[in-house]
Nanobody, 126 residues
């Protein structure tokens, strides 16, 4: 059974930083790509940072470019989202998600959606 567990959310002032973690189990880590999504109240879930299934390129939403960085530690089966220069509009529940690597038609955040974590709340105060 695929399990994704996020942690690291919290309350931070605008301009501050947080690092989210996504610990994966039940999968062969290198056989999957893991990305980050978020959902703000009243809005649809959006892709924040995704690793393309097809070619492993990294997609960043325009709103987070230059501020957010994705990284991973395969020894720990964990993916991180470093978030700097946070803004109130970054407030949302953040989810990690997994997609099988090597799906030739799927670029950016396409193909994600079968496996999700439970989410972690990030609140940025002004």
């Amino acid at each position: 059974e695929v399990q994704l567990v996020e942690s690291g959310g919290g309350l931070v002032q605008a301009g501050g930083s947080l690092r989210l973690s996504c610990a994966a189990s039940g999968i062969t880590f290198d056989a999957y790509r893991i990305g980050w999504f978020r959902q703000a109240p009243g809005k649809e879930r959006e892709g924040v940072v995704c690793i393309s299934s097809a070619d492993a390129t990294t997609y960043y939403a325009d709103s987070v470019k230059g501020r957010f960085t994705i990284s991973s530690d395969s020894a720990k089966n964990t993916v991180y989202l470093q978030m700097n220069k946070l803004k109130p509009e970054d407030t949302a529940v953040y989810y990690c998600a997994a997609v099988v690597r090597g799906l030739g038609a799927y670029y950016g955040c396409a193909g994600y959606g079968r496996h999700w974590g439970q989410g972690t709340q990030v609140t940025v105060s002004s």
